[in-house]
């Protein structure tokens, strides 16, 4: 199945070649610099796994099937966060191609705003927007 | 009828005049200035006004903005508003209606008709929790400022005549610390937790003139603020909930100079290390996004924009408050 980067309550931000990326839905915020920022933006370029390890490898030189083990097993990691989810591929985009040299992709977990997210009065207010009581349709029938 | 079609009509009702004639014994007007937007203000009581009013600059502004009234259940019966499953807080952003329900244990509902340009802070039970009493409906601020420039942050903003420095980071990391030796020191305050920046310009512009103050630093300020209120207690955050509107003049605004994020990590006198714009953007955005419902990635990117427009620093603040303000004035000058 292709892979999205397009995942509810899940903000994204790049500045130069690092990505941050933050879940709304559980406090969590992550880092990805270097290799790993690359895969995520190869991904948000409407990448596959092996497209982006054949990528890394044809500028780097590297073995490209020691680099495709890396990155399916850094995108493993990430689907298990919910940085990225199955579903429709993200547009692609001709115009991406991966800076850097390789390394092994990994992300930064910074958890500690979660107690944060718990003390705040209205964190969950959302998408469900305001259901109608059964009063306010009797209201409207009225 | 949509829920944002009973909510216009409601807070139509609330604004009509005969209405509030007849159900307000005692309303009170105030106009203010809140950011980039002149405020007019209504309470429907002296008791409503004493909880709100200090918090607000009030000055006349050019234009009024924001119609905005504070009224309780004794004065609009507002239940039919209240959500569904009223035990959890609700975001509504409907037809030019903006909403929020929180419930919490003292339940307040915010509106406002972003097109009538009127706004109602409703408390059922007469009163507000007192963190809110710092920062009243700023929920319906971040609203009007939905597809403009400006962005609320949670973060202090002081200036001196090199310009002005935010201040921004996560609970205990001493901003309010740095903000008021700043203000004791003669600088300009626009606010300690949350204020008014402009994510294209730079220009930054205070929200309230309140301060919240733990009551560990109540000594360190004491000739400062003149007398303390009683302490609030939010989730084990005790806090003086402080009006800083004897500062006059000098609550306001300015240009963006420099972004420092306050941390201790034991320097004795305070100390710079350059950080990055996603340290800016990590540093501004939590509690940002948490504490405004609505639009979040446009806060994200509003956010990542204020985090790119002025060198970035990490700042450990040293040991005494009072050597804060000297080494802030430096660090802007030097830039």
């Known amino acids: 199945m292709a892979l999205t980067t397009s995942v509810p309550l899940l903000i994204s931000q790049q500045f130069d070649s690092e990505v941050v990326l933050a879940n709304y839905q559980n406090g969590v915020y992550y880092n990805l610099d270097g290799s790993a920022a690359q895969v995520w933006l190869g991904l948000k370029a409407g990448r596959t796994v092996e497209e982006i390890a054949g990528a890394f490898a044809a500028t780097t030189g590297d073995d490209p099937g020691s680099i495709t083990s890396q990155v399916q097993a850094f995108v493993d990691s990430m689907l298990a966060e919910g940085l990225i989810a199955n579903g429709t591929a993200d547009a692609r985009s001709e115009t991406w191609s991966p800076v850097g040299p390789f390394a092994a992709p990994e992300f930064q977990r910074f ?25 306010q349709e009797t209201y409207k029938e009225n | ?38 405020l007019r203000l209504g309470f429907a009581s002296q008791d409503l006004a004493r909880m709100f009013l ?8 050019d234009t009024i903005d924001l ?43 915010y509106a406002v008709d972003l097109i009538a340009r009127r706004g109602i802070a409703w408390l059922p039970k007469g009163e507000a929790p007192p963190w809110i009493r710092s920062r009243p409906a700023i ?21 001196s005549t090199a310009g002005f420095t935010l201040l921004a980071g996560e609970g205990h990391s001493g901003k309010t610390t740095a903000a008021l030796a700043c203000a004791k020191a003669g ?10 920046v402009n994510s294209e310009t730079g220009q930054i512009e205070p929200l309230f003139c309140s301060a919240r103050l733990r009551p560990s630093l109540v000594d360190t300020f004491k000739s400062f603020i003149g007398e303390t209120t009683p302490v609030s207690d939010f989730n084990g955050e005790p806090r003086h909930e402080l009006s800083l509107a004897d500062l006059g003049e000098r609550i306001g605004g300015g240009q963006l100079r420099a972004l420092f994020i306050p941390r201790r990590r034991g320097a004795a006198l305070p100390e710079f290390t350059p950080a990055r714009q996603s340290d ?12 405004l419902p609505g639009w979040p990635n446009e806060i994200a990117d509003k956010v990542a924009r204020i985090g790119g427009l002025t060198p970035v620093f990490f700042a450990d603040t040293g040991t005494n408050p009072m050597d804060i303000p000297s080494a802030f004035a430096l660090q802007l000058e030097r830039l």
């Not at chain 2, 829920?3 to 203010?32: C, H, N, Y």
């Not at chain 2, 600088?187 to 008014?196: K, L, S, T």
């Not at chain 2, 953007?281 to 509690?287: C, D, E, H």
């Open chain 2, 187 to 196: 600088w300009r305050y626009a606010g300690d937790d949350f204020v008014a």
């Open chain 2, 1 to 38: 009828m949509k829920a944002s079609g009973l909510i216009r009509q409601e807070i139509a009702k609330v604004f009509a005049k005969a209405d509030f004639d007849k159900t307000m014994s005692e309303p009170i007007e105030a106009q203010a200035r809140c950011g980039p937007f002149g």
């Open chain 2, 67 to 109: 119609d905005l009234r504070f009224i309780t259940a004794a004065d609009h019966d507002l239940s039919a508003l209240v959500p569904e499953a009223s035990e959890k807080p609700r975001l509504l952003i409907e037809d030019g209606i903006y909403s929020v329900w929180q419930p919490a244990v003292i339940p307040v509902l």
């Open chain 1, 111 to 135: 958890d500690n705003l979660r107690e944060l997210l718990l003390m705040d009065p209205v964190h969950d207010a959302g998408e469900e927007g305001w259901p109608l009581r059964e009063t």
């Open chain 2, 139 to 159: 929920s319906l601020i971040h609203a009007m400022m939905h597809e403009t420039p400006w962005c609320a942050v949670h973060a202090a903003a002081v200036g």
């Open chain 2, 54 to 61: 200090p918090a607000y600059i009030q000055r006349p502004p």
């Open chain 2, 280 to 291: 800016a953007f990590r540093a501004l955005l939590p509690t940002t996004a948490y504490e």
